[in-house]
C-alpha cells in the first residue's frame, strides 16, 4: 500500500462532516511539523461554532524565494441515507479498483497526495529554495466564512505573500489530469419575497394571489440573455432553486411568496448591474417584493504563465495527457485566495462522484495525483 493510499484512508475514517474536522488536520500537522513545517492552528468562528484551519509552513533557503501553497479542505458534505450506501461512507472501502468513502474525491485524496509530495520533496531536497506551505480548512463546504477567508486576512496580516497555490478540488473530468481551472464566476444569491393579499381561495377577488402575480416575472427572468460571456467564461446563468408559498391549507390563498435564486456570473457583468436589471424587471411588472442580496464570490482568473505551465508539464508527464484550462462549475476558496496570491490553478482527481452515494476514487490515480504535486514542486521551488 502506498503512502498516499494509506493517508487516504485514515482520512476518511475520520468523520469531518462540514464544518467538523475530526482530527483530520491533527493528523496533517503530526507528519509535517517532524519535517520542519512550522504547523499553526487557526481556529476562527463563534465559541461552540469554532472552524478548524491550519496552516503548515516551510521556509526555503532563497531571501525572497517563491512560496507555492497547496489548499484544500477537510471537511466533506453530509452522507444522506446511509442505507443508500453500498458500504458505510467512513469505512474506506476497496471494490474493482476502487477506492470508496465520502471525501474519496472530493478531497481528502488530494490532501493525501499534497502531504506526501511535500514529504517526499523535503525528503529528496531539504535545502529547497522556495518556500512550501499547506493551507487547510474545514468551512469549505459550508458557510465559507471562519475558514480560508479568514485565514487570508491572518496571512495579509503578518505580510505573507503567496506566489503560487494549487487547490486541490476535483477538475479532472473524464480521467485524471484532463482538465485544471484556472478561474471561476461570481456567485450572487437572493432571496425574492413578493407581497399578496391572504384571503379564501373560493374567494380570489378578495384577496391578491402572490404566486399568480410573480409567476410572468419569473419566466421573464429564466429567458433573459444576462451577458454573452467571453473568451474565458461562460455566460451569466440565472437559476431558481427554491419557492415556497402557502399556509399548509388547501382553501387559502398565500400572502406572500419566497424564491430562492442564483446567479453564477461572468466577467462581463456586475453584481451591481445584476441587481438593477432585477429590479427593474419585477418593478415592471408591478410587484410588491423586496430581496436580500448574498454576493458568494466574485469571478477570478489566472492567465495563463508559469504556473499553469508547471502543472501541465507535470501533469504530461505523469498523466499523459495534455490538460484542458476551465473556469466551468461552481464556487472554491480559490476565490479567497486568489485576492492575495499571484497565480492560483485548481487540479484535482475526477469528479463524478463528489458529493454522490458511493463516492469513489480510482485507487491507481491517487500515486499520478501525488506525482503531478511533486512535479509542480520541484519546478517551481526546488
Known sequence: MSATLRLVEQLIALPSVTPEDAGCQRLIAERLGPLGFDCTALPFGPEGKRVSNLW??????????????????????????????????????????????????????????????????VAARPAHGGGVALLITSDEEGPSIDGTARVCDWLVERGTQLDYCIVGEPTSVDRIGDTI????????????????????????????????????????????????????????SWQ??????????GNVIPGEVVIDFNFRYSSQSTPEALKARVDSLLRKHGLSFEIAWT????????????????????????????????????????????????ELIEFGPVNESIHKVDECIEVASLEVLKNVYLGALQRLVA
Open 181 to 236: 481551472k484556472n478561474g471561476r464566476r461570481g456567485t450572487l444569491s437572493g432571496k425574492l419575497r413578493v407581497f399578496g393579499v391572504q384571503g379564501h381561495i373560493a374567494y380570489p377577488h378578495l384577496a391578491k394571489n402572490p404566486i399568480h402575480l410573480v409567476a410572468p416575472a419569473l419566466a421573464e427572468l429564466a429567458g433573459v440573455n444576462w451577458d454573452r460571456g467571453n473568451a474565458h467564461f461562460q455566460p451569466t
Open 56 to 121: 503548515a509552513h516551510r521556509p526555503g533557503r532563497e531571501t525572497g524565494g517563491k512560496l507555492l501553497v497547496f489548499a484544500g479542505h477537510t471537511d466533506v458534505v453530509p452522507t444522506g441515507p446511509v442505507s443508500a450506501w453500498t458500504s458505510d461512507p467512513f469505512v474506506p472501502t476497496h471494490r474493482d479498483g476502487k477506492l470508496y468513502g465520502r471525501g474519496a474525491a472530493d478531497m481528502k485524496s488530494s490532501i493525501a497526495a499534497m502531504v506526501v509530495a511535500a514529504e517526499e520533496f
Open 240 to 249: 431558481m432553486s427554491n419557492i415556497h408559498a402557502g399556509t399548509g391549507a
Open 295 to 342: 454576493l458568494g464570490g466574485e469571478p477570478f482568473l489566472t492567465t495563463p504563465g508559469v504556473l499553469s505551465d508547471a502543472l501541465a508539464a507535470s501533469i504530461r508527464e505523469h498523466a499523459g495527457v495534455a490538460c484542458a484550462l476551465s473556469t466551468s462549475g461552481g464556487t472554491s476558496d480559490g476565490r479567497f485566495i486568489k485576492k492575495i496570491c499571484a
